[in-house]
Structure formats: structure tokens, C-alpha cells
């Protein structure tokens, strides 16, 4: 089965933080996204790496940067945390090619007081 | 663009009960369907999918017909079980380059004894 870990399942930051949210996948997969999941909005695309070093903004970019340094590991950075950033974030991972499903992490619920 | 509708909720529902949670979708181009669940505290897991018009998923006794003519992939159970209650959410990607999901909202279930 494919695993895919986020660092932590609960975390509270200050306003004003750099934060870091960790995730890694251990089937050598392609994709990788970072979504958040807010009430009454579903999920939302944030940032998305096809490979390596490669990034792509998604639907809700702002505030947020991302790394992929190694294949396994996809990180998000909120830059300096701000209030509107509490949220369940989902990381997942996918094979490359059409019809691939993603699967996900167990979710961070971050916290921004 | 592309978008995913589904029908709001909560839907409760009493055990043995018939299930149906509707999905519409709008894609440019011919997207692959997909259902996933959250149960409470986990990540969303891949429920099942269609890849084309009238392909149909099924997982665990859940089913979902691709309808092309009514652009529709409503997710139904014929008895629903207490372990059934989750949110659910439906989702697209496009075939040939669609790296992304595209979700709706989500839909929670309860069912009760």
C-alpha cells in the first residue's frame, strides 16, 4: 500500500512564524500536491510538483512556497503565518499518467493564533 | 473551467437504508470520475473511479455509473452500515494532462442505528 506521511497531525504556530508542514510518500511516485480543507469549500489546490525541483502554483498560491528537493519529500512553507491560514492541510502523491488516482496523508490541522 | 457539484448535506440516514449522494460535473475536454472518502480524523482515501462514459466503479458496495449525457456520477449503496458515515467527495481529472483533481465540496453522511 502507499504511504504517505505528513509530519504532524495537530500544530499551533504564532502570527507572524515562518511554518514548515513536511510530507513524504514511499512509493517513488511523480505528483505530488498540497491541498487545505476548509468548511463548506472542500479542497483547495495550493501548490502541485510533477518531479524534483519542479513546482507549479495552484488554485490558492498566495502566502504559501514550496520544495522538492528530493523525490519522496514535498514540503510547504507558509512564509510568515497570518490568521487566515488555520486550516486542515492534505498532502498527496501519484503516479504519473493519465487515470492515476492521488492518495493522501492523514491531514495537519494548523492552527494560527 | 472544470468544476464538480454534489448535493449538500448532512444526509442521515438509518441503517439498511438505500444511499444515493449525487455528483455533476462541467470538464472541458473527457475527465476521469472519481469518489473519495474522509472518514472522521484521516485523510481521503480512494473510494472508486470510472476512466470513461459509462465505466462503472464499485468498492466496498459502493457504485457509481459514468453518465456522459447527463454529465452525472452519482455514488449510491444499497444498505448502509454505521461504519458508512464519512464525508464523501467527488472529483475529476482530465485524461491526457490533467495532473489535478478538480473536488466538490463534499458531502457528509450519518448513518444511525
Known amino acids: 500500500d502507499v504511504k504517505v506521511t505528513q509530519s504532524s497531525r495537530y500544530l499551533v504556530k504564532r502570527t507572524g512564524e515562518k511554518v514548515f508542514l513536511e510530507c513524504v510518500q514511499d512509493m517513488d511516485h511523480e505528483n505530488m500536491f498540497w491541498y487545505r480543507q476548509d468548511p463548506g469549500l472542500g479542497l483547495r489546490l495550493i501548490y502541485f510538483s510533477y518531479d524534483v525541483k519542479m513546482k507549479e502554483k495552484g488554485d490558492i498560491p498566495e502566502g504559501y512556497s514550496v520544495s522538492r528537493e528530493k523525490k519522496e519529500r514535498f514540503s510547504l512553507i507558509l512564509e510568515s503565518a497570518s490568521t487566515n491560514q488555520t486550516s486542515m492541510y492534505l498532502c498527496a502523491s501519484r503516479n504519473a499518467g493519465s487515470n492515476q488516482p492521488q492518495h493522501f496523508g492523514d491531514g495537519t490541522r494548523l492552527s494560527i493564533l | 473551467g472544470n468544476s464538480v457539484t454534489q448535493m449538500e448535506g448532512p444526509v442521515t440516514l438509518s441503517e439498511e437504508a438505500f444511499l444515493t449522494i449525487n455528483c455533476t460535473y462541467t470538464a472541458t475536454g473527457y475527465p476521469s470520475l472519481f469518489w473519495y472518502v474522509q472518514y472522521p480524523g484521516e485523510g481521503l482515501q480512494l473510494l472508486l473511479k470510472a476512466t470513461k462514459a459509462d465505466d462503472k466503479g464499485s468498492n466496498k458496495g459502493f457504485e457509481a455509473t459514468y453518465r456522459k449525457e447527463t454529465t452525472s456520477f452519482h455514488l449510491e449503496k444499497g444498505s448502509v452500515q454505521v461504519s458508512d458515515s464519512a464525508v464523501y467527495f467527488c472529483?475529476?481529472?482530465?485524461?491526457?494532462?490533467?495532473?489535478?483533481?478538480?473536488f466538490g465540496t463534499g458531502t457528509q453522511l450519518k448513518v444511525e442505528l
Open positions: 472529483a475529476l481529472t482530465l485524461t491526457g494532462g490533467g495532473n489535478k483533481l478538480t
